[in-house]
T-cell receptor
């Protein structure tokens, strides 16, 4: 069974630009969560999508958005990039139902904003 | 207040020795899950072990075991017979049942295994 895939793996953008990151969950998994990891703030939850609906959201500004498609693939978008958005962005997939606990992460997208 | 606390920024252990990584948590949710992940320098988060709040026995997965003390709200990871490949960051995380699949992470412990 293929694992969680994220594209691209590395990205360099300029302040003010926007970026779209993609995450393909494990086959059969319906929930995708996104996390931002920085040296200063550690791992912070961005949002979770389940069956194409956002069902939980972290404390991030509206510049951060996401969506999920009918095949459970998810994208996150960051508009008007700031230097502080430089981070490793991780997505995790899980079945998403009650009492499910396996959460598997992708390799991450390392975003550098210059 | 921090929900997950990992008090050891770094730990050193010699190959083949056992090591315990500390984790304490805070929640008022009676149903929750506790996770440990390993993150090598490549960045990928590797799932190691899970403990549910209602599980009576401590979880074990190969060389990993979770020392779950519910009353003390601690969930320490024990790695037996350390290997050089165990050198990595280790994160403790919690999922509260009220939070869907959301994980709250601690700040991590860097483990270095020496020959």
């Amino acid at each position: 069974k293929a694992g969680v895939t994220q594209t691209p793996r590395y990205l360099i953008k300029t302040r003010g630009q926007q970026v779209t990151l993609s995450c393909s969950p494990i086959s059969g998994h319906r929930s995708v969560s996104w996390y931002q990891q920085t040296p200063g703030q550690g791992l912070q939850f961005l949002f979770e999508y389940f069956s194409e609906t956002q069902r939980n959201k972290g404390n991030f500004p509206g510049r951060f958005s996401g969506r999920q498609f009918s095949n459970s693939r998810s994208e996150m978008n960051v508009s008007t990039l700031e230097l502080g958005d430089s981070a490793l962005y991780l997505c995790a997939s899980t079945m998403g139902g009650d009492n499910t606990y396996e959460q598997y992460f992708g390799p991450g997208t390392r975003l550098t904003v210059t | 207040a921090q929900k997950i606390t990992q008090t050891q920024p770094g730990m050193f252990v010699q190959e083949k020795e056992a090591v315990t990584l500390d984790c304490t948590y805070d929640t008022s949710d009676p149903s929750y899950g506790l996770f440990w992940y390993k993150q090598p320098s490549s960045g990928e988060m590797i799932f190691l072990i899970y403990q549910g709040s209602y599980d009576q026995q401590n979880a074990t997965e190969g060389r990993y075991s979770l020392n779950f003390q519910k009353a003390r709200k601690s969930a320490n990871l024990v790695i037996s017979a350390s290997q050089l490949g165990d050198s990595a960051m280790y994160f403790c995380a919690m999922r509260e049942n009220s939070g869907y699949s959301t994980l709250t992470f601690g700040k991590g412990t860097m483990l270095l295994v020496s020959p």
